[in-house]
């Protein structure tokens, strides 16, 4: 099968090839996914660079976290799907990665794809929708009535988190900038603050949460505006946690999201209902991965990247 491969970390324009590579095999608990399209993050060409691992590839290493696609295989003791099933997912990637026309995935970690969404839409939500799912239910706990701040509310991560808690009844402050404090207003962010023309710790204050997607200096700054009591959630590492717990008197975890076929159902049905919409910015052609996941790098996302594997 086709898919876009690495065998050495570097550079994205270096190392990123697309290759014939083997079917992946499938396990009693694996579903066989032939992929219609993959979704594009930036972890995929951190991982690329060899930023998220410590080991070295020895072999072809197929690449992409996120997917959607139709069921044409399943292994002897999967009980959730059936062969012609339309799902998607957040691929575990040890056994093998995204940007391929196949991948076998643990049922566990999937779900029916919603019918409304087409399969570049489906493919652009597992990986950011499971995280701000996760950030806002799981590492903090957003409900109705907690004055949350999203960064970052035009980017993946943040225009899912912005939708997520609105559903979940929060008061939504975020950041953006230039034609992204549209993007997120329409979201329906209550208060959107584009960070180039304010300084957000200017602009807000007495936070319940901060769900941060920037780090650095924005995160540095992010205590300031919680309240006493409150939490900082971060999907980026956090730099002295335990001494800005003491010094602001909150909680700061910082964690990497899980894959979940069960909290991506639950998404699926927000989906269905018109609480969470996926917004495709570019879509590019397999043989383009290399371009898409440039373009990734680039950053500025509108929306997310997603690679058409096949019509
Ligand atoms: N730990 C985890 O499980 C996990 C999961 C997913 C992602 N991540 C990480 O989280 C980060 C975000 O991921 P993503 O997929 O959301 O990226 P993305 O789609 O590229 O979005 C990033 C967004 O951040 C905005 N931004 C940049 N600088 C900003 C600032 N100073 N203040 C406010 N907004 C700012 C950008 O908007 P402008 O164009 O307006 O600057 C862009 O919309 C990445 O570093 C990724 O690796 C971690």
Redesign the pocket.
């Known amino acids: 099968m086709k898919a876009a491969v690495i065998n050495q970390y570097g550079q994205v324009r270096d190392v990123v090839r697309v290759a014939d590579v083997p079917v992946p095999a499938v396990g009693p608990q694996d579903v066989l996914v032939e992929v219609r399209a993959a979704g594009v993050?930036?972890?995929d060409h951190?991982i690329v660079k060899g930023l998220m691992s410590s080991g070295t590839p020895t072999t072809d290493v197929v690449i992409g976290n996120e997917l959607a696609g139709v069921v044409t295989e399943v292994g002897a003791d999967v009980t959730r799907f059936a062969i012609g099933d339309e799902v998607f997912t957040r691929v575990d990637p040890r056994l093998g990665g995204a940007f391929a026309e196949y991948a076998a995935v643990d049922q566990s970690l999937v779900a029916a794809k919603p019918a409304a969404l087409t399969f570049e839409e489906a493919a652009s939500l597992p990986?950011?929708a499971l995280?701000a799912l996760q950030a806002l239910t799981e590492q903090s706990d957003v409900r109705a009535g907690t004055r949350v701040l999203i960064?970052?509310g035009?980017?993946?991560?943040?225009s899912a988190a912005v939708q997520i808690a609105k559903q979940l009844g929060a008061e939504v402050v975020a950041?953006?900038?230039?034609d992204?404090v549209e993007v997120v207003r329409e979201l329906g962010a209550d208060q959107v603050i584009d960070?180039r023309v304010q300084k957000f710790d200017e602009a807000v204050s007495d936070v319940d949460v901060v769900l941060d997607?920037?780090?650095g200096e924005?995160q540095e700054r992010s205590f300031a505006v919680l309240r006493s009591g409150g939490t900082l959630v971060s999907?980026?590492p956090i730099a002295d946690a335990e001494a800005k717990k003491n010094q602001w008197n909150v909680e700061a975890r910082s964690?990497?999201?899980r894959p979940h076929g069960e909290q991506l159902t639950h998404l699926a049905a927000l989906v269905e209902s018109g609480q969470l919409r996926p917004n495709v910015e570019t879509v590019f052609p397999l043989d383009q991965a290399c371009e898409a996941l440039q373009k990734?790098e680039r950053?500025?996302?509108?929306g997310?990247t997603v690679i058409a594997v096949r019509a």
């Open positions: 993050n930036p972890v951190l990986l950011v995280t960064h970052g035009a980017g993946g991560v943040g950041t953006a900038s230039g992204g960070y997607t920037i780090g924005t999907i980026l964690f990497f999201m990734v950053g500025g996302a509108r997310k």
